[in-house]
């Protein structure tokens, strides 16, 4: 909550002048242009936009003023002006007064909305996307594309992909799908059998339709952790048929199968950072007579990744440590190939598939490359008894003899889309010959889809995917006449997908040379996107098998509470709609489409209808049972022509609330100078340039930064009248000299106030009961730190012996007024008359 009145300090000081005005300033803003808590006006009522800025003390919760030492909260609440669809860029700028000084920046506190961009300044002009830390004099949040009062997220929905203009420079495997924390839709790939030092990781954005950020791609891959680097200059290479797993505690990151000078094992792509993380070897290349040239992919199976090395052996890693699992390399259950001591380089033929606690592998042992030569085989791993399954005791045959071999294991399902059986596909026969075995070693029916195929096509690992209509698995082709092509199987009806050619060829990409290597299926878009051989980038209608899939989609996750920092409640109101912007309608087939809202874990919320107008009502969902919602649209188009270069259809998710709030933290300076702390924002939107309203907090000093004042009373102790004169040598005594007043006469008096502090004291009076003239002769006078000031005063005598004790009242400099002043001890003299009993008085 902002500062308040109320303070936490016993005795309650009240709030100061400054204070006050910045704080009513605020409330009267907030009551014309902008939005408190709850309140119902708002700019968008009167087309106006605002900044409206606020602070709290952390340190010190509800206290009217801040301490040195203590930690604000400065928020900044903006409030767009236009209702309408139409996107415009806003920046929020908050340059932090007195930085460095009266206040510091707190390193990794700004926090700005969702769809807002953080950037940091050390002089206030340059903004960079690194936090300065304590250097920083300035912050700034940026929101290109804000839309309405900027309560909502708008993604972009992702357009057709087409094939890419822009090869992926190599020889591409299997597209990897990553969404990024911006909504980014981007495609990396890993080239296949690539030396160790040759650049080899590409990333294009499916959304800009271009390469990624963070170029020139293609870069190598390295076993140290840190930045991609350039050039040929790495240290890892890739297998064959490489498969890759997603790293379900770090989602951002891929695991990959790796190979290096020394060791065969398991590699860290980090793709938010566009970096390496790390490398885990497993077993050590080399050996005789089998020999650890290379390795299959990666498959996972409960908490560990496995593979498999050459040499047979079953390889394993912990993902939760990123070790070798205890006891691995296991044996082999499947015969080694391409093991050859005399080939250190060759490259394992065949793949992995992991179905419930087992890992099923296939293995080409051809005559010529492999120490023990043979057909093609099929191993089962479990993975709970650390063994060869049940029932696959023995190496189960994939084809005739040693002249065929595979690329692939695959995973064959019932009817129902339950797994069921493990398969392999291979070269060497007439047509493609594919073998099964169910998931306990006995026979298993082929799928039929491949078996029209020539026997030199080469077929690769599928991409199963399993929808409201069934389980369907599309297998890439290439090779025996073949430029590149697609086999979809139909698990449901066991046979090939009805209304999907057969193969299905992909002409509008590369002239149809795409000599496919593997498919990635997008959930929101509903379409397959595809690599191969030839390295091109293209999308595949998995209902049509057409290219490219005319179909669009975006997902994005809404959490309101996101949007404010400065600790309040009342800040949401509800959620409000579902549309799409930018977007001919008539180009939408609205009954092939569909909204899908559920919470952030999948659970189904809702499947409202998109309405005609483009948009879909969530206000009668409850914020408080959903604090969260994800929203995914999938779309199915008649054409992609509104996606160019100067127009982007979004997908918008908006709620009802206050305005979204941009905040950092400082704290306040140890010094005692630092009496004050102010902050103003500034800004732009489509309406224009912002200035908010100026928030001032006063510091109060604390008991280290407080004036140390002291009073000395004395009397002059000269029958001549001069030597009491202000300046006057005295002697200035704590007692006058016995008979020196007589029985009446005047005292002439000192009061000496001294400021031992270390900083100015203000508002100060001397106090002196006896003598109201020393009282009215010192007035109210501002003492600096090391300084003092001598009062003096004259009283005529009626009575003596007279005991006078003066103190004196005072409060700091930088006080807020209304502060309660502090006395200090007294200090007494006394004048003598011929019968005064000579004592020294001390201070009271």
Known sequence: MPITARSRRTGRRPLGAATAVAVTSALLLLGLGGVAPGAGASPADTGASALVKTV?????????????????????????????????????????????????????????????????????????????????????????????????????????????????????????????????????????????????????????????????WPRPLNTTVGPLGSGATGDIGSPLTPQYVFDPAHPNQVLYPAVTAAAVGVGCLDLDAQANCGFTALTPTGGSPSSVNNLAGLVRSGDNLYGVASNGRVLCLALATR??????????????????????????????????????????????????????????????????????????????????????????????????GVCTSTVGGANVLTTCYGLDGSVHAAPSSLGALAGNVLTFNPETVTTDTGTRS?????????????????????????????????????????????YSYDSTTRCLIGLGDAGVLFSLDPTTGASPCVHSGASVTLEPGDFY???????????????????????????????????????????????????????????????????????????????????????????????????????????????????????????????????????????????????????????????CLPGGPGPWAKTSPVGLLGLLGTAHWRITVSNAGPVDAASVTVNDASTPACRQAAGTFALAAGTSRAVYCDSLLLALPLKNTASASFVAANAPAGTTPTTTAPSAAVACSLLCILAVPGKD
């Open 56 to 216: 709290q003390n952390a340190t010190h919760p509800g206290a009217a003023t801040a301490e040195h030492g203590d930690t604000l909260n400065w928020a900044v609440t903006y409030r767009g002006g236009t209702s309408g669809g139409a996107a415009a860029p806003a920046v929020v700028t908050d340059p932090i007064a007195g930085a460095g000084n009266s206040q510091t920046y707190v390193p990794g506190s700004l926090k700005v909305p969702p769809g807002w961009t953080p950037s940091w300044s050390t002089d206030g002009s340059t903004f960079g996307a690194t936090d300065t830390g304590t250097a920083t004099t300035a912050v700034r949040a940026e929101n290109p594309v804000l839309r309405g009062v900027g309560t909502g997220v708008s993604p972009l929905l992702l357009a057709p992909v087409q094939p890419t203009a822009q090869s992926t420079g190599g020889d591409g495997f299997t597209p990897i799908l990553h969404r990024t924390a911006s909504g980014e839709i981007q495609s990396w790939n890993i080239y296949h059998h690539a030396a160790a030092t040759a650049p080899q990781v590409v990333c294009l954005s499916l959304t800009a339709g271009q390469p990624c950020t963070g170029g020139p």
């Open 323 to 420: 070790t070798p699992c205890a006891g691995q390399p296991y044996a082999p259950v499947a015969p080694g190939n391409r093991d050859l001591p005399s080939t250190p380089t060759a490259l394992y033929f065949g793949a992995l598939t992991a179905i419930g606690d087992k890992v099923f592998v296939s293995s080409s042992p051809q005559a010529g490359t492999s120490t023990v030569p043979g057909p093609p085989a099929l191993g089962c791993f479990d993975t709970a008894a650390l063994t060869t399954c049940a029932g696959w005791d023995t190496q189960h045959p994939a084809g005739p003899n040693a002249n065929y071999y595979t690329y692939n294991a695959y995973t064959a399902y019932d009817t129902a889309g339950h797994p069921d």
């Open 474 to 518: 599309y297998f890439p082709i290439w090779g025996g006449g073949v430029a590149g092509a697609t086999v979809c199987h139909d698990w449901a009806t066991g046979g090939p997908c009805a209304g999907f050619p057969l193969p299905a060829g992909h002409p509008s990409a590369h002239g149809g040379d795409t000599r496919d290597y593997g």
């Open 565 to 723: 920092c400065d600790g309040a409640s009342g800040h949401v109101q509800g959620y409000d709609k579902v549309r799409l912007t930018d977007i001919d309608l008539s180009h939408i087939t609205l009954s092939a489409s569909r909204v899908l809202v559920t919470d952030p874990d999948g659970t189904p919320v809702a499947t409202p209808a998109l309405g005609a107008d483009g948009t879909v009502d969530l206000s009668g969902i409850s914020v408080t049972a959903h604090p969260a919602l994800t929203v995914t649209a999938q779309l199915v188009l008649t054409t992609s022509a509104d996606f160019t270069n100067g127009n982007h259809p979004s997908l918008v998710v908006e709620y009802r609330g206050d305005g979204p709030q941009v905040c950092f933290r400082t704290t306040v300076a140890a010094a005692c100078t630092a009496t004050a702390v102010t902050n103003t924002a500034n800004g732009s939107d489509a309406n224009g340039a912002l200035t908010s309203n100026t928030v001032t907090t006063a510091v109060a000093p604390g008991t280290g930064c407080q004036p140390l004042v002291t009073v000395e009373k004395e009397i002059c102790g000269s029958a001549n009248s001069h030597d």
